[in-house]
């Protein structure tokens, strides 16, 4: 009765054993840990908008004597914005294989991951991640890097050591500085003096005022300039106005000298006897009467002596001096007439 009962133990023992075979080889699996990892940051006090930058060293052990199931897959996904994967396969210190991808998640073949003990000795994954920490609330717990390996039908295998998870937490949202304000430019501005002051100032045959005279805003470049002034000499000159800067004139006036009037009040006492005394030929008068030629020289001679006294660059005479000339002239026109 025991062998029997030892019989039928051993009935069940094998169909079990067999099954647990056929499900080892139907569901091969490879344990993976990471060797090394770089992180840029604070991973548990991130700012929204701030890079980030993962770098990590996974290595792939053998198991059932092979790196990876042929029909398996190790998928990488990360939460963060404007996502850039770099992964390269390394086979024996070998670089294999080198893709970038920009994507939050991506998946590579169990194919390429696959290598035999007698093919190869290690198998390696480069990974790095690079993104920006996305506008969510404070608080709010963000996946920077999951890796995981899934089977033919795309379920996570459930234990531990085949799956990866970098977690960070956001702590402060991004605030943007405030923009400089734009600096105003300094105005354009011509300043004239003259001495005397009072003077009329002319720009481009342009009145703008009388000394001294600011004018704003002016277009820079060059300019004509004319200062004038009674009783003296025009002043003239080309200027060159610099934009935002105030370029400045003094201009130092020359009186017009007193005696520079007389050359024109001779010309003009020349013209008026010439014309009034009836020219040398009249003088001498009809045949007969000598000396009646000279009977206008009173006229002429108050005309003279009125002009003269007027143009002759001396001080401006008084109201009643002006009046006294005017009659007495008047007076020589009187006399002239009744002789």
Known sequence: M????????????????????????????????????????????????????????????????????????VRCRSDLDEVRWTYEIVVDGDLRLRETIRAPSFTISGFVLSYHEHAAQSMMINLTVEGKVPEKPVGTEIALLKVWQVDPMGATLPESHYTYLKEGKIRKKFVPPAPEPTPTPAPTILSISSMPEGALVFVDDRVEGTTPCTIRDIRAGEHTVSINLTGHHTWLSSIDVEGSRT????????????????????????????????????????EGEEGKGDEGIPVIGGIVEFITGFFSGEDEPAEGDMDERLARLAELEIEDDSD
């Open 2 to 73: 025991a062998r029997d009962d030892h019989i039928e133990g051993i009935k069940y023992i094998v169909p079990l054993a067999f099954i647990l075979l056929i499900a080892g080889v139907a569901t091969p699996a490879s344990a993976f840990h990471i060797e090394w990892e770089r992180t840029s940051g604070a991973p548990d006090s991130l700012t929204t908008q701030e890079n980030v930058t993962i770098s990590e060293l996974i290595r792939f052990e053998y198991l059932n004597g092979s790196t990876f199931p042929e029909n398996h897959f």
């Open 247 to 286: 370029t400045r004139i003094s201009a130092i006036l020359q009186p017009v000298p007193k005696e520079e009037g007389i050359p024109v009040i001779g010309r003009v006492i020349e013209a008026v006897t010439g014309v009034f005394s009836g020219g040398e030929d009249e003088k001498a008068g009809p």
